[in-house]
């Protein structure tokens, strides 16, 4: 089993940056691929970000890509998100898995954080 936990999300003026984390426990977090998804009100969840097992890989999602980057250690992800827009407004989770491609659905991971709210004022 895997717990995840977010970190690191607030309000931000437009054209500001944040840093989320998501901080695991129970097991390594280098045996699984994980991947930053996120939802707004009234909208399904959207994948933001995925980063291979051994790091070497990523992918994002065209609308933020150039402002976004996913990395992690053997504990921790992250996602470094500049020039924040207010269409980036979302519950952002991270999620963990053995994941087979394409990695942006979300039923490919099996664990799950409770989400971090990030707003972007404009």
């Known amino acids: 089993q895997v717990q995840l936990v977010e970190s690191g999300g607030g309000l931000v003026q437009t054209g500001g940056s944040l840093r989320l984390s998501c901080a695991a426990s129970g097991r390594t977090l280098s045996s699984y691929a994980m991947g930053w998804f996120r939802q707004a009100i009234g909208k399904e969840r959207e994948f933001v970000a995925a980063?291979?097992?051994?790091?070497?890989r990523t992918i994002y999602a065209d609308s933020v890509k150039g402002r976004f980057t996913i990395s992690r250690d053997n504990a921790n992800l992250y996602l470094q998100m500049n020039s924040l827009k207010p269409e980036d407004t979302a519950v952002y989770s991270c999620a963990a898995g053995a994941v087979v491609a394409p990695v942006y659905i979300p039923l490919k991971y099996d664990y799950w954080g409770q989400g971090t709210q990030v707003t972007v004022s404009a």
């Open positions: 980063i291979s097992r051994s790091g070497s």
